[in-house]
Structure formats: structure tokens, C-alpha cells
């Protein structure tokens, strides 16, 4: 080798020194479950893959419970496909949890995440906050209070979803029944002033607008947008605060791409992440970040206490008492 060809060589190899490493970034694939609506899917593996250009995302949409049916049954045949989770609700975050199903992601920066968004052993992370209140109907009297939808003025006049059906309900129904301000009784003074539950939100949101209902117990996010839009109701935030969902997303211990399945982690709880939420009609779980039209900041906003491990534990005998009261 020629000494031009040394020297050209060296400086090779010290500039190579200088650039990033590609090896230390997320590539590959990565296989995501979601439960998330098909737009929101398309829109958050497109921003993810376009923040980490050498990973490709293969995905699965359907509803949690059909997602966990399905994991299930991988897990039973110990081929369990996905790395990451991206589903509706903590509780079924929970109970993976539980299983010893979940890795955790020390390094994940939960920072701009309220307290309660997440768990504390880091093992899932919400990732944007959807909370369950009051929709009113613009003839009807505006509740400030969960106890004011059960005055006589709205008998036969309120419809929910039901827990049996609805991640959301499910905590809903579980954390007011575990504070002693509300408990069982509070679902029992409901079902006697002739409050009737259905299988989802989105019933629940039509009953109001259409005027067949007053009240509705709904996810905020359906009320909003369309008040937005000029629909006769009116969306409330109840002074003893709200339930709430948060899209939680995790990793599985069996995941084969760890590295990536760490990035997407990172990259949803990330400002950019986070802001994501946003663009696409939900409440950021960052403070900064501007909420959706309609929508109160977040420091605003009151979030009722939820065990959502006592809630997982609960679970089955607050559906079996609901459906006492409300029907199955």
C-alpha cells in the first residue's frame, strides 16, 4: 500500500469514528398490536417510522378484547407475535402485567407524564388521556355534579356503557365504586331513577344528541369534537372529577425486537409523541402541549384516584354486580 493510500485510509477510518453509528440506531422491523382507530394507527406508525427511518412497522388493529383473545391464544401456543402493545385501556395492561408478561423499560423518560399515567414499575405508559364525564342535552338543566344525574328531573333520562363491553366503563364503574364517596349505592340510586346502560360510547353519545336521552356518561373526546361542530349538547366535567383512560403502550418479554420495540416506546412519549395525541383530537398528557379545540388544558382538568390493580382484581365482581342492576 502506497503512502497516499495509507493516509487515505486513516482518514477513512477517523472520519467513520465521527459519523453516528447505524448500528446504535433502532432498524429492522417491528411487529405492533393496537386497538387504536385505523386513521390514528396509520398516522402513529407513519410518524414513528419517519422518526426512525430503518424500522418497519408491521401492525394489527382490532378492539382490545379481540387483541388479548388473540394474544392469548399465541401465549397458550407459546408464539406469542407482537413486540410492542398499543391498546385502549390499563387494566388489561394490568393483568398482562401480572402474568409476568410485560418487560419493563427503565430508561423510558416519563418525565411530562402526570402522576398515575403510568406504572411505577415501568413496565407500561399512557400515552394520551381520555376521560369519561357528562354529556348533556341543551334542553336539560347543566349537571356540575355525578350526583346530579340522579335527580328526579332525570329519571328514565340517562343512559351509560356498560362495563361489561367498554374498557373505559370498566374503570369508570370500578373507581367510583371504590370510593366511599359513591360506592355500590351510588349505581343503585341510578338504576332505580331508571338510568340505562348500552354496549359502547358511541351509542351513548347518539341517545343524548338526538334528545332520546338528557345525560349520558360518555368518553370526553366524542362529546367535544362534535359540540365543537354545533351538536346540541354540552360536555361536563364533574367537580369531583373525571375516570380516565390512557391508551397505555408496552412491551412484551417475549418481543423479538427489543431495540425497536424500546424506540416506539420512546418515540410515543416523546414531546413529538406526545403532540401526536393532539393533532389527532385526544388530550395530550403533556402540560405544554395547546389541547384540541374544546378541550380544557390540562392542569384543568380533576382526575378521580383509580386502583387499577384493585380495579383488575374487582373487575369480575363489579360486571356481575352491574349486570345485577342494569342488565347484561
Known sequence: MTVRLMLAASMAAALACLLPNADAQAQGKLVLYTSQPQGDAEQTVAAFEKANPGVKVEWVRNGTSQLMNKLEA??????????????????SMETLKGQGRLAAHADAKTGALPAGTFDKDKTYFGTKLITT????????KLPASWNDILAPEAKGKVTMPSPLYSGAAAIHVGTLTADKAFGWAYFDKLAKNGA??????????????????????VVDFLALREQVKGSPVTFVFPKEGVTAVTEPVAILKTAKNMKEA???????????????????????????ATPPAGFPKLDQIKLMNSDIAGIVKADQDNKKKFADLFGG
Do not use: C, W
Not at 364525564?133 to 341543551?138: L, R, S
Not at 416506539?264 to 395530550?284: H, K, T
Open 133 to 140: 364525564g357528562i354529556v348533556a342535552h341543551k334542553s336539560a
Open 196 to 217: 340505562v346502560a348500552v354496549r359502547g360510547n358511541g351509542d351513548v353519545f347518539k341517545a343524548v344528541a338526538s334528545g332520546e336521552k338528557l345525560y349520558g356518561v
Open 74 to 91: 399465541e401465549f397458550t401456543a407459546g408464539a406469542p407475535v407482537p413486540d410492542v402493545l398499543l391498546i385502549a385501556d390499563a387494566m
Open 262 to 288: 424500546k424506540a416506539f416506546v420512546d418515540f410515543l412519549l416523546s414531546e413529538a409523541g406526545l403532540a401526536l395525541a393532539g393533532s389527532q383530537g385526544y388530550l395530550s398528557l403533556d402540560a405544554k
